[in-house]
């Protein structure tokens, strides 16, 4: 059968009418104005009052209708809540025909801007009361579009501080894989995670996938994380760490449950339970495996002394609280307990049990030994916005414990004279019972830094010896006081390092002090008796040896002295300095720091009665010069 000419063109005539009949149809329902007044009435459901700013409206009729809007903000009360440098919507003819299909929306470089003041501002229709808090989301769209299946695109989506440059939150990529009421979705989505401390910046980022079910009330949510660290820093590292969660979404308002699992090389080292609201959000951390090295990149602000390796792994909790409200504050807290060693010094360390308790800025720290032969306590204040230590408390006590090994916590008095600054801290040390050769030692070391004061504190002592020191520096003001009874000096005595040391030695006899700038312009008064003493060294001896030195003597092999002096008006006066022995040598003189007074010593063998004194002029001031 022929069809004619006529025949043919009524035939295309009229399947373009019925293309056309269809694209007016499909055109009638997405007119672009229509759209956006569509999209302006759902913002208006949960933000009233409003105002959306469009730059450019772009719009595309081919296989797929592209409606593209760029330069997006949204305002109220001249603030801007919203902005978006492009929001596309594609969506296929077929999808308009027939209600079926899969539509895509491509967000790039939304920001969310969070005002904590508007959360508790005055609402006048409350007759003066705050207004609530909450945030509900409602949606009403065409059938056509509630029953579609969406792909959602987003790139760098931001929550930031509306009155301010702060950033709660922020996502690089966000892919829904067609998206549904009542059907599970697909989704993969990546937060960049930066820290920064010390001038630096560290970056690492959070990879979740998983999967979405959406019902109207309750979305169920399904992920799986994995760090991907960008900079290899120590203390930054945590590719091995993964997590797995389920989670609970209430999208009418903004509320999210979750609970996590996290795991290291496939095995469970933690669970945590993670609440994220409109005005708050809350992390509940707890752990039976916790990588202690994940606590170095503030390593240099949390050591002390005794525990200088931040290596292992520990036991504890972690509690996270954020508040968005007009506060705006945060609360960082955990404890967790680990094995480690209290480290006395070189080669002497204590095994025993770590704890670790801190809560923002205050920090504490404690030690206990298995014997239960060392306890520690320490409580210190961060500022970890200047990554430095600001002060700190401290209490070590040793019971029956080896004394020269104890003797290693204890700072030396140069230690804490050093004029460069340090952060105010007190410590404080006690010995009870303490083993040291065949005598047992009680004793305490207190020394510290407070306002305008340094202070160092010290007593030792046996059934039949005792050691007291005692130190203050205020207004520029120092006092200085040793006593010794009986005292037997041993080498892993340093706390008088760089002053005074020796190998051993029994000493009696007191020295007390008081000066300004430097201990020569001060008074002085010292009576002291030193027996076997061997191997002296310091500043106290090297000055002795200065005075022999004048005569060509060298006091290092005699090993009982004694000492007689005093210092005033600018003026040491030497009454007595011997070096006792079969003949012993005495020394007596006058050193004067005044350029116009003499200064002279005398040499003498008192029990060598063919040995007549010998006075020596001193011209150079050598009891002047400052340590090296």
């Known amino acids: 059968m022929k069809l004619s000419t006529k025949a043919v063109i009524i035939g295309w005539v009229i399947l373009f009418a019925a293309l056309g009949s269809l694209v007016y149809s499909a055109y009638s329902k997405l007119n672009p104005d229509s759209l956006v007044v569509l999209f302006n009435s759902q913002i208006q459901r949960s933000y009233p009052a409003s105002h959306l700013t469009i730059g450019k409206i772009d719009y595309v009729f081919s296989i797929d209708f592209k409606l593209s809007l760029k330069n997006i903000s949204l305002t109220k009360d001249n603030k801007t809540l919203a902005s978006a440098d492009e929001v596309q919507f594609k969506i296929p003819w077929w999808l308009i025909l027939l209600n079926r299909g899969n539509a895509s929306?491509?967000?790039?470089?939304?920001?969310?801007?969070?005002?904590?003041?508007?959360?508790?501002?005055?609402?006048?229709?409350?007759?003066?009361?705050?207004?609530?808090?909450?945030?509900?989301?409602?949606?009403?769209?065409?059938?056509?579009?509630?029953?579609?299946?969406?792909?959602?695109?987003?790139?760098?989506?931001?929550?930031?501080?509306?009155?301010?440059?702060?950033?709660?939150?922020?996502?690089?990529?966000?892919?829904?894989?067609?998206?549904?009421?009542?059907?599970?979705?697909?989704?993969?989505?990546?937060?960049?995670?930066?820290?920064?401390h010390k001038n630096k910046r560290y970056s690492s980022d959070l990879w979740l996938f998983g999967d979405v079910t959406p019902e109207p009330k309750v979305w169920a949510v399904n992920y799986r994380g994995e760090f991907k660290t960008k900079d290899t820093v120590e203390g930054f590292q945590f590719e091995?760490?993964?997590?797995?969660?389920?989670?609970?979404?209430?999208?009418?308002?903004?509320?999210?449950?979750?609970?996590?699992?996290?795991l290291v090389e496939k095995k469970k080292i933690g669970t945590g339970e993670i609440s994220v609201k409109t005005d708050q959000i809350q992390f509940h951390l707890k752990f039976s495996t916790f990588p202690m090295h994940y606590l170095r990149i503030v390593?240099?602000?949390?050591?002390?002394?005794?525990?200088?390796?931040?290596?292992?792994?520990?036991?504890?909790?972690?509690?996270?609280?954020?508040?968005?409200?007009?506060?705006?504050?945060?609360?960082?807290?955990?404890?967790?307990?680990?094995?480690?060693d209290f480290n006395l010094g070189p080669d002497h360390s204590i095994t025993g049990q770590w704890y670790l308790d801190f809560k923002n800025e205050i920090w504490q720290t404690s030690f206990i030994s298995p014997k239960q032969d060392l306890k520690f306590s320490r409580r210190a204040v961060l500022d970890f916005d200047k990554s430095q230590l600001t002060q700190y408390s401290q209490e070590i006590g040793f019971t029956s414990c080896d004394l020269k090994s104890a003797l290693f916590s204890v700072q030396s008095l140069f230690g804490l004279m050093e004029p460069a600054p340090q952060p105010y801290h007190s410590t404080v040390v006690l010995f009870k019972q303490c083993l040291f050769g065949d005598k047992l030692f009680d004793g305490s070391f207190r020394f510290g830094i407070i306002p305008n004061q340094k202070y160092y504190q010290a007593e030792l002592q046996d059934a039949n010896s005792k050691m007291i020191l005692k130190y203050l520096s205020k207004s520029n003001i120092q006092d200085f006081s040793l006593e010794f009874s009986h005292f037997a000096w041993d080498s892993s005595f340093k706390f008088l390092d760089p002053f005074f040391t020796a190998s051993e030695g029994v000493l009696d006899g007191k020295i007390d002090g008081q000066w300004s700038t430097h201990w020569s312009q001060g008074t002085w008064l010292a009576n002291l008796k030193a027996d076997n003493l061997k191997a002296p060294a310091g500043e106290f001896f090297t000055l002795n040896q200065d005075l022999w030195t004048y005569f060509n003597l060298d006091s290092s092999t005699t090993i009982k002295r004694s000492w007689q002096a005093s210092v005033a008006k600018q003026s040491i006066k030497l009454m007595s300095v011997t070096l006792d022995g079969t003949d012993p040598a005495h020394l007596s003189g006058v050193l004067s720091n005044s350029i116009k007074a003499k200064s002279f010593l005398t040499l003498s063998y008192p029990k060598n009665k063919k040995w007549k004194p010998v006075k020596k002029e001193v011209l150079e001031a050598f009891w002047k010069k400052e340590t090296p």
């Open 299 to 340: 390593g240099d602000e949390i050591k002390n002394p005794f525990w200088d390796k931040i290596e292992g792994v520990g036991e504890g909790e972690v509690h996270f609280a954020r508040s968005f409200s007009a506060e705006n504050t945060s609360s960082l807290s955990a404890k967790l307990h680990f094995p480690g």
């Open 105 to 196: 929306i491509n967000i790039n470089n939304l920001d969310i801007f969070v005002s904590s003041d508007s959360r508790n501002a005055i609402d006048p229709a409350t007759n003066g009361s705050r207004s609530n808090p909450s945030v509900k989301i409602e949606a009403n769209l065409p059938r056509y579009l509630l029953d579609a299946h969406y792909t959602l695109r987003a790139k760098n989506i931001s929550i930031k501080e509306l009155d301010g440059d702060r950033r709660y939150f922020s996502l690089s990529k966000l892919l829904v894989r067609e998206f549904q009421y009542g059907k599970n979705s697909a989704f993969e989505l990546n937060i960049p995670i930066s820290i920064a």
């Open 240 to 262: 091995d760490l993964v997590i797995d969660g389920k989670s609970s979404f209430n999208p009418t308002t903004v509320d999210l449950a979750s609970s996590i699992e996290l």
